[in-house]
């Protein structure tokens, strides 16, 4: 168990739908980065966050966004989805805001559109 | 644009050696990672390498070489269970990339 929960673990909608990953970082840990990880392909980085504040982006659509609140919890919302949204999609905390940091992931919210 | 390239695939016998390769085009990485994920879960840490040379932990070390952009993870005393998806990853300040895994196959 890393401590990074996500919420839900798995959620089925439909195209053109809106949708909100949620996840907890570990505790002490300030960054939190955003993954999609599409069936049997590699981690696409999407954005990180740093102690409330976006600090890094990848390759996250602009139908994506994401937000870290003051108790450093954090929500990646998808909006107008596509069936090439389906994916995993992974939080990882760490301790600082330096991308050269071991990571810590949770879980994964495990997303299918339909 | 930068990335950081590893095989697609290898295959290993039960209780030999394997050797991953990872090589990248770009400096400035501060610490080049490596993670292992199981199918279906998430990655989970591995080894880092700063400074050149190796770093041993266990049954898996891991090698780094920064003017040549090369790293490699190095699995010792194979077990099934270390049949998994091998993730390189570098690190700065200001980017993040990862390699796409290398998938590792152990057959008895």
């Known amino acids: 168990d890393s401590g990074v929960t996500q919420t839900p673990k798995h959620l089925i909608t439909a195209t053109g739908q809106r949708v909100t990953l949620r996840c907890s970082p570990r505790s002490g840990d300030l960054s939190v980065y955003w993954y999609q990880q599409s069936l049997d392909q590699g981690l696409q980085f999407l954005i990180q966050?740093?102690?409330?504040?976006?600090?890094a982006k990848g390759n996250i659509l602009e139908r994506f966004s994401a937000q870290q609140f003051p108790d450093l919890h954090s929500e990646l919302n998808l909006s107008s989805l596509e069936l090439g949204d389906s994916a995993l999609y992974f939080c990882a905390s760490s301790v600082a805001s330096n991308l050269a940091d071991t990571q810590y992931f949770g879980p994964g919210t495990r997303l299918t559109v339909l | 644009g930068q990335n950081i390239d590893q095989p697609t695939e290898m295959t290993a016998t039960e209780g030999a050696i394997v050797q991953i390769n990872c090589t990248y085009q770009t400096s400035g990485f501060n610490g080049l990672f490596w993670y292992q994920q199981h199918a279906g879960e998430a990655p989970t840490f591995l080894s880092y390498n700063v400074l050149d040379g190796l770093e041993e932990k266990g049954r898996f070390s891991s090698f780094l070489s920064r003017s040549k952009g090369y790293s490699y993870l190095l699995l010792k005393e194979l077990q099934m269970k270390d049949s998994a998806s091998y993730l390189c990853e570098g690190g700065s300040n200001y980017q993040l990339i990862w390699g796409a895994g290398t998938k590792l196959i152990i057959k008895p």
């Open positions: 966050y740093y102690n409330g504040e976006e600090r």
